[in-house]
């Protein structure tokens, strides 16, 4: 992990979000970045089959995928996506996420309607 940002401050730094999360075995890792009251900003670290069972949520998020693979299923709708690519899901919308192999995700949520 990149010991140089403990936290992201509010000032300039260049970054990797991949190098600010670690995978675990077995396990679906997070970190939150930012959390404020217009959104958040989460970085998701997802071992192999691991993965969100089908939620909602009241407004739009923004899945960007670091590194890996992974299948986001949004109204019963399966997309495969890889590393470098991006899916919005859109609020009110059931969705799921499941690691096809390890992957690292930012999850960014705009709350406003």
């Known amino acids: 992990?990149?010991?140089?940002?403990?936290?992201i401050q509010p000032k300039p730094q260049v970054f990797q979000f991949a190098?600010?999360?670690?995978?675990?075995e077995g396990s679906v890792v997070s970190r939150q970045l930012v959390k404020k009251a217009a959104g958040n900003i989460t970085l998701f670290a997802f071992d192999t089959g691991e993965g969100l069972s089908e939620h909602t949520a009241p407004y739009d998020?923004?899945?960007?995928?670091?590194?890996?693979?992974a299948t986001i299923t949004i109204d019963?709708?399966?997309?495969?996506?890889?590393?470098?690519?991006?899916?919005?899901?859109?609020?009110?919308?059931?969705?799921?996420?499941?690691?096809?192999v390890r992957f690292?995700?930012?999850l960014t949520m705009i709350r406003s309607k």
């Open 104 to 106: 690292k995700m930012v």
């Open 19 to 24: 190098d600010l999360i670690d995978y675990q």
């Open 61 to 69: 998020a923004l899945v960007q995928v670091l590194e890996g693979e």
């Open 1 to 7: 992990m990149n010991e140089q940002l403990d936290s």
């Open 76 to 100: 019963g709708e399966p997309y495969a996506l890889t590393g470098g690519q991006s899916i919005l899901m859109p609020a009110g919308r059931p969705h799921a996420l499941r690691a096809d």
